[in-house]
């Protein structure tokens, strides 16, 4: 075992530790102030994920026309205001026919057969589902194998109809979900499927979107190996890297994994310096209490302001959030071209966290701090975190004064959930953070949950 000289003779922040909430809403607060990248196109499946920069206007009035939402006869309402009424068929509509008024109409005592997303011919205002009717036999008794589908498929024919109806029944009237020109989805909104099914159903086969920011991870820590080495016996191997830049493209960014750095003053500030060159830089380990723990150091040599550099949760206390101003060197390197360096933010000032090393710290930290920021970068206003209300299986018992997020399995069947915390074995624990599937979240002033009583809890993002 080697002795260095003690490594904290250079600029320390003073520490400045917040509640979850103000750290929470400081950045927020930064995070209105960031300019997403250039616009660039792709095509409507690249699209997922990506955020707008377009908003998604209707072509067209949806629906086109007024549109049977059930398999039926198209009717006139006010016949019906006596049941059972008899009426004669006088023809049929199904899905992409046109009835041409002329050929296709609704008069007094008569119904067309129409079937789901079919136009509404002219004089009907109402649609009887096919359940309520029989095939008059009286008429056409060859038809009647189908009597209890009540279709009559012969103009002609007649259908008795056994429930009334009122006008505006069973169809959506043209333009009711959307008229032309109206906005469908707006500029600055992530395309999932449904905003992908939106954009398609206009017609837009690319769209206009940001370009997903750069985020640089950088691991830290002398221990820290590479995982295609094989670890010596003190060693682990990077995990946080890859968890991290999972989480980042999730978020909607790029993540750009860099060097391990060693926790060596040198080398990290060189490698501090290339991370800076991306749109945002995550780090993870090196900014707890320990001798070697040089993060804040290095930012702080590099003229770095900080927000904060602890928030009062658990898993994650000395999460640091903090920004570098323009004038911060920036390393040219293979993992940051200059190419690669105008457009989000490029002559502001560029924000870092400092995670926890704690692989489960730093995946906690990455959810409730990081997020936000990179969907700003993104072009996206931050989304809030959704905290959801399930019973407890077993009891809790806690100490008071830190936020927590204990990772936990939500199950029951149905409606009947049940949250119980995951039995884990503390930060390091990243097997049981991948078995459970939320965490439960437990106020600073209570020490005590009972069985049975409701508590908050927060999803586990994909
Ligand atoms: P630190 O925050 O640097 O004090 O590290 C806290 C714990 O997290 C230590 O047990 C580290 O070995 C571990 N750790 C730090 N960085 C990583 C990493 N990149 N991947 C996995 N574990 C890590
Ligand atoms: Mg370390």
């Known amino acids: 075992m080697s002795f260095s000289s003690h490594p904290s003779s250079s600029v320390v922040p003073a520490a400045r530790v917040v509640s979850f909430e103000e750290a929470r809403h400081l950045i927020e607060q930064h995070a209105v102030g960031v300019c997403p990248g250039e616009v660039e196109t792709v095509e409507l499946l690249a699209g997922l994920g990506r955020v707008l920069a377009e908003g998604i206007v209707a072509d067209r009035d949806f629906p086109p026309f007024d549109r049977a939402t059930r398999d039926g006869y198209a009717v006139r309402a006010a016949d019906l205001a006596e049941v ?40 009907a205002d109402a649609v009887v589902m096919v ?27 007649f259908v008795d109809i056994q429930r009334s109806a009122s006008v505006g029944e069973n169809f959506v009237p043209r333009g009711a979900e959307a008229r032309a020109g109206q906005l469908l989805l707006d500029c600055r909104r992530r395309l999932d ?30 221990e820290v190996v590479e995982i295609d080495a094989t670890p010596g016996p003190a060693q682990i191997r990077n995990s946080n890297s890859y968890s991290l830049a999972a989480q980042v493209q999730n978020a909607g960014g790029d993540a750009v994994r860099l060097a391990i750095a060693p926790d060596e003053r040198g080398r990290l500030r060189a490698l501090i310096e290339e991370g800076l060159g991306c749109d945002l830089l995550l780090l993870t380990g090196g900014v707890s209490m320990g001798k070697y723990d040089l993060v804040e150091q290095v930012l702080a040599e590099l003229k770095a302001e ?33 190419s690669a360096r105008v457009g989000v933010s490029a002559p502001h000032k560029k924000y870092f966290f400092g995670l926890p090393g704690n692989p489960v710290s730093t995946m906690v930290t990455f959810e409730l701090f990081a ?24 009891e809790i018992r806690t100490k008071t004064g830190l936020k927590r997020f204990l990772p936990a399995v939500l199950s029951g069947e149905f409606e009947n959930a049940e949250v119980e915390l995951a039995r ?21 002033d209570r020490e005590r949950f009972e069985a049975g009583e409701w508590v908050s809890l927060l999803a586990r993002s994909g």
């Open 131 to 157: 359940e309520f009717t029989s095939v008059a036999q009286r008429s056409h008794p060859n038809v009647a194998k189908n009597a209890t589908l009540g279709w009559g498929t012969l103009a002609g024919e």
């Open 306 to 338: 900080f927000y904060f550099t602890g928030a009062e949760i658990q898993p994650g206390r000395p999460v640091v959030f903090g920004s570098c101003g323009a004038d911060t060197p920036v390393r040219v390197s293979a993992a940051n071209p200059p």
């Open 424 to 444: 884990w074995q503390g930060s390091g624990d990243i097997a049981t953070l991948a078995r459970a599937n939320c965490y439960v979240v437990i106020p600073p």
């Open 193 to 222: 499927h449904a905003g992908i099914a939106i954009a398609a159903s206009v017609g837009k086969s690319h769209e206009r979107v940001f370009r997903k920011p750069r985020v640089a991870v950088l691991s830290t820590g002398d």
């Open 371 to 394: 997020r936000p920021m990179i969907e700003a970068l993104a072009g996206m206003t931050p989304q809030p975190l959704i905290f959801l209300r399930a019973r407890l299986k077993s």
């Open 84 to 123: 059972p009424a008899r009426l004669e068929v006088v023809g049929e509509v199904k899905a992409g026919d046109w009835p041409e008024p002329a050929a296709c109409s609704v008069g007094r005592g008569q119904a067309v057969g129409i079937m789901t997303g079919a136009p509404l011919p002219a004089g």
